[in-house]
């Protein structure tokens, strides 16, 4: 049976699938990057497992898969197919295309941002499904988004389009790794949440959903953390609905699961910001942390639409909507 390969790989773990031409996942795995024992370990170890799926492949379906789609954290240059730089992987410059190409013999591979295509799985099967254009944020140990145009990501002339999570918020405020100060991520994300409340209660294990339990239970220091991550965020989506306008805006990652908690606050908070914008929905994501293996397949598929096309032929927003599995 026809298939391709989805490859998401995270900080720590990687979700794989066999994904059929209708989008059904045909075989699902999971598996360590091995991280720990260094950055060339971890492309060793995303090697042996797109070798492992292909066989997977060729033993259940009767053939190797068709296409390779390959999702990554950090910068990534998708026309080249290169991993450009991942802090949490420790990598620059990794040429993935052409190292799981050669390991394949020759197979198409598709490399991607890993929220950009968790936003693409999101625009074309999950909670952006009917929205011509939309914004998907994800809060996690950063904060990165995606721009979904016409069933497409827009990935950007130099491959960082949706980098909302460093939109400067606080100017002059605290550092953050990619140079600026006061960048978005480092007051609302998941990780800037579990800090300040790590910071608040005394409890250095506490992270962010003890916070979001805490604001629950009408805790005032949980209350007063919690309002100035939401406030910065709301600074930041504004400024993405300004330049963008956006059908809807999609939430996801880590923070997102604390549910009204977070959302009632933020859409109060957007709404007294906006002035002659339109607010656009603000709903929660769909697909969970399925959606970027399932984005990787997405992109997988697009590469073959594109090359069956023409060599110039842009990918087709009919790609395959695929099923999502039960949480």
Same mark, same amino acid.
């Given at each position: 049976?026809?298939?391709?390969?989805?490859?998401?790989?995270?900080?720590?773990?990687?979700?794989?699938?066999?994904?059929?031409?209708?989008?059904?996942?045909?075989?699902?795995?999971?598996?360590?990057?091995?991280?720990?024992?260094?950055?060339?370990?971890?492309?060793?170890?995303?090697?042996?497992?797109? %070798?492992?799926?292909? =066989? +997977? /492949?060729? @033993?259940?379906? !009767? &053939? $190797? #898969?068709?296409? *390779?789609?390959?999702?990554?954290?950090?910068?990534?240059?998708?026309?080249?197919?290169?991993?450009?730089?991942?802090?949490?992987?420790?990598?620059?410059?990794?040429?993935?295309?052409?190292?799981?190409?050669?390991?394949?013999?020759?197979?198409?591979?598709?490399?991607?941002?890993?929220?950009? %295509?968790?936003?693409? =799985? +999101? /625009?074309? @099967?999950?909670? !952006? &499904? $009917? #929205?011509?254009? *939309?914004?998907?944020?994800?809060?996690?140990?950063?904060?990165?988004?995606?721009?979904?145009?016409?069933?497409?990501?827009?990935?950007?002339?130099?491959?960082?389009?949706?980098?909302?999570?460093?939109?400067?918020?606080?100017?002059?405020?605290?550092?953050?790794?990619?140079?600026?100060?006061?960048?978005?991520?480092?007051?609302?994300?998941?990780?800037?949440?579990?800090?300040?409340?790590?910071?608040?209660?005394?409890?250095?294990?506490?992270?962010?959903?003890?916070?979001?339990?805490?604001?629950?239970?009408?805790?005032?220091?949980?209350?007063?953390?919690?309002?100035?991550?939401?406030?910065?965020?709301?600074?930041?989506?504004?400024?993405?609905?300004?330049?963008?306008?956006?059908?809807?805006?999609?939430?996801?990652?880590?923070?997102?699961?604390?549910?009204?908690?977070?959302?009632?606050?933020?859409?109060?908070?957007?709404?007294?910001?906006?002035?002659?914008?339109?607010?656009?929905?603000?709903?929660?994501?769909?697909?969970?942390?399925?959606?970027?293996?399932?984005?990787?397949?997405?992109?997988?598929?697009?590469?073959?639409?594109?090359?069956?096309?023409?060599?110039?032929?842009?990918?087709?927003?009919?790609?395959?909507?695929?099923?999502?599995?039960?949480?």
């Amino acid at each position: 049976m026809k298939h391709v390969i989805a490859l998401d790989v995270g900080g720590t773990g990687m979700k794989a699938a066999l994904v059929a031409p209708d989008g059904r996942l045909l075989h699902q795995a999971r598996r360590a990057t091995g991280r720990h024992r260094g950055p060339e370990a971890v492309v060793d170890e995303i090697l042996r497992f797109a %070798a492992d799926l292909h =066989a +997977e /492949g060729e @033993a259940r379906l !009767g &053939r $190797g #898969a068709s296409a *390779f789609g390959v999702t990554v954290p950090g910068i990534v240059d998708a026309d080249r197919g290169v991993a450009v730089y991942a802090a949490n992987l420790g990598w620059r410059d990794v040429p993935l295309r052409a190292l799981i190409g050669e390991r394949l013999h020759g197979i198409p591979v598709a490399v991607g941002h890993d929220v950009r %295509a968790g936003g693409l =799985a +999101e /625009g074309r @099967a999950g909670a !952006g &499904r $009917g #929205a011509a254009r *939309f914004l998907f944020v994800a809060l996690g140990t950063g904060i990165a988004g995606a721009i979904g145009i016409a069933g497409r990501v827009e990935e950007g002339a130099h491959g960082n389009a949706g980098e909302i999570g460093h939109v400067v918020v606080r100017p002059g405020g605290a550092p953050c790794p990619c140079g600026q100060l006061g960048c978005l991520e480092r007051y609302a994300s998941a990780s800037a949440v579990s800090e300040a409340w790590a910071r608040a209660c005394g409890d250095p294990d506490a992270d962010a959903a003890d916070c979001a339990a805490a604001v629950a239970r009408g805790d005032e220091r949980a209350c007063e953390v919690w309002q100035e991550a939401v406030d910065a965020l709301a600074d930041g989506l504004v400024t993405g609905l300004t330049l963008l306008d956006p059908q809807r805006l999609i939430i996801g990652g880590g923070l997102a699961e604390a549910g009204e908690t977070l959302f009632a606050p933020l859409r109060e908070a957007v709404d007294a910001r906006i002035t002659f914008q339109r607010r656009p929905e603000i709903v929660p994501a769909d697909l969970g942390d399925t959606a970027g293996c399932l984005g990787a397949g997405l992109l997988a598929w697009d590469l073959l639409d594109a090359e069956a096309a023409s060599p110039a032929a842009a990918p087709s927003p009919d790609a395959p909507t695929p099923e999502v599995p039960a949480p």
